[in-house]
């Protein structure tokens, strides 16, 4: 198999991972926001939330992998310039690593379920963004700076989503929950 023909492979198996990724993600806050809305949280819907994050979670391994082949690539044919000379391997490096941390942060509950979905769901899709962009000409600081913004735009955004998805919740805590028993 000749070094084009591997590179091909490499770069559509990541593709694949991360658009796995992306989409089980988008599925999880999808669902997330309806439970928000409903006001509680089923048996059968937690079960169904399990299964997700499973599949997010498989989906992340497989994330690591496509980067570690795509390192070996790189790493074959261009030795140490693919790290010192690209802010985009940087960024995805970054994103990845905020993605991980935010989701042992989410499920040992030590972040808000207001600013979890955002790290979530925005460095997935900034995640997929650097993965299939090829080259942005640009330094880390400028992407690192660009990042945040879209974080922040996209952060705004589902906080408006939950205001207005729990406008006539009578008793609202922020994560879905009743004060009463809810039914």
Same mark, same amino acid.
């Given at each position: %198999?000749?070094? &084009?023909?591997?590179?091909?492979?490499?770069?559509?198996?990541?593709?694949?991972?991360?658009? /796995?990724?992306?989409?089980?993600?988008?599925?999880?806050? +999808?669902?997330?926001?309806?439970?928000?809305?409903?006001? $509680?949280?089923?048996?059968?819907?937690?079960? %169904? %939330?399990?299964?997700?994050?499973?599949? /997010?979670?498989?989906?992340?391994?497989?994330?690591?992998?496509? #980067?570690?082949?795509?390192?070996?690539? $790189?790493?074959?044919?261009?030795?140490?310039?693919? !790290?010192?000379?690209?802010? #985009?391997?940087?960024?995805?490096?970054?994103?990845? +690593?905020?993605?991980?941390?935010?989701?042992?942060?989410?499920?040992? *509950? *030590?972040?808000? %379920? !207001?600013?979890?979905?955002?790290?979530?769901?925005?460095? !997935?899709?900034?995640?997929?963004?650097?993965?299939?962009?090829? #080259?942005? #000409?640009?330094?880390?600081?400028? /992407?690192?700076?660009?990042?945040? &913004? !879209?974080?922040?735009?996209?952060? /705004?955004?589902?906080?408006?989503?939950?205001?207005?998805?729990?406008?006539?919740?009578?008793?609202?805590?922020?994560?879905?929950?009743?004060?009463?028993?809810?039914?």
């Amino acid at each position: %198999m000749s070094e &084009l023909e591997l590179y091909y492979l490499a770069t559509l198996f990541r593709t694949y991972t991360v658009g /796995l990724c992306l989409g089980v993600s988008s599925i999880a806050m +999808t669902f997330y926001f309806y439970v928000v809305a409903k006001g $509680h949280t089923e048996k059968s819907q937690n079960v %169904m %939330m399990h299964i997700v994050y499973t599949v /997010l979670r498989v989906g992340m391994v497989l994330v690591i992998v496509s #980067e570690i082949t795509m390192v070996i690539y $790189h790493y074959h044919v261009n030795n140490f310039i693919y !790290w010192t000379d690209n802010p #985009e391997f940087l960024m995805r490096l970054t994103i990845f +690593t905020v993605i991980v941390c935010n989701a042992f942060a989410m499920q040992y *509950k *030590k972040i808000s %379920m !207001w600013l979890g979905p955002v790290f979530a769901g925005g460095s !997935w899709y900034a995640y997929f963004f650097f993965s299939v962009w090829i #080259e942005t #000409e640009s330094t880390y600081l400028t /992407l690192i700076f660009g990042y945040v &913004l !879209w974080l922040t735009i996209f952060g /705004l955004c589902l906080a408006l989503f939950r205001v207005f998805l729990t406008r006539k919740q009578e008793s609202y805590l922020g994560d879905g929950a009743c004060v009463k028993v809810c039914e």
